[in-house]
């Protein structure tokens, strides 16, 4: 029975080695030219597939190059704020800076020295990314030359005048007036730092107006001291002047009308300023920035707990801050919600 099955076996075997040299044989080539003919197709076969392949592979790198143009670029967390110690920067400025930490940026401030020019030129070259206080009438000046290559964020503050002013006591109330008065101010109009938008502007109203006038250069601090000695002994004073601003709160200053070129501006509005780039390195933060605005009251109150109570720029932000909770919260943007630390 066993020779039997192992008889069988072989049988089957044998059989299937007897079919299947037919089978190799009709796979190989008849002659060394059809192997050559075959092995010349298949590489003509082969080199078809790779550029098929290195098509795909183009277009595949052609649709990422398009994704990632359409992609925000990943925010960045520091910004650098230029400001000038000018009593009419430090609320926003304090505000501004203290949001954007609240959102996570680290704010770093470069003092600009009270030159425009100068913290425009910081801009473009990115060593700062942002200054605050353009406004549409005293840097007048400097946007037009800049303003193809920075933009305004938003409206932070509306309501701003510039002008020449006198205490409310002297018998003067229009420019016109003061050429019939030189005496009576020593021939000087006070000014502040040389540079500011409201010193360019004072020049341009001087020549305008044909004011037979020096317009002195010093600083915001240097002339508030003028004011307040000339007050203090019920003197005529003539200097530079502007509002909001606090030391018109201690003390209002009456402006001198007659403007009618306005050299000195209209009723002037501030922004922020930076490079159009600024919108996609930190959209957070220029969303907040756009909505941010500080109303007159607002801007008074913090003005005066610097001057008045003496707290400095951050402890009278953060007061202001504690109190308004219900407005500035508004400002920021979604996915942003107060409060972002646990």
Known sequence: MKRKRLLTLIGSVCLALVLAVPLVASCAPATPEAAEEEI????SKLTAEKAKVAAEKAKVADLEEEIAELMVPEETWEITIGYSLWPDWEPHLYVAGLLLKKMGY???????????????????????DMIYQASDFCHFQFWEEYRDRLIHLGCCAYGARCGFAVPPYTDIDTIQELNDNVDLFDGMIVGIEAGSGLMGQSADAITTYGLNYELMEGSTVAMIASRDAAVAKGEDWLGVWWVPFWGDNEYPMKFLGGDTELCLGGIDRFYFVTRPEFIDEHPAAAQMLMNLTLRYDDFMDIAGLIAVEELTGEEAAQRWLDQNEHYWTLWFPYPYAYPFEE
């Open 40 to 43: 010349a197709a298949l590489e």
């Open 106 to 128: 680290e704010v770093t401030r470069v003092d600009i020295g009270g030159d425009w020019s100068l913290a425009l030129e910081g801009i473009l070259a990115g060593d700062i």
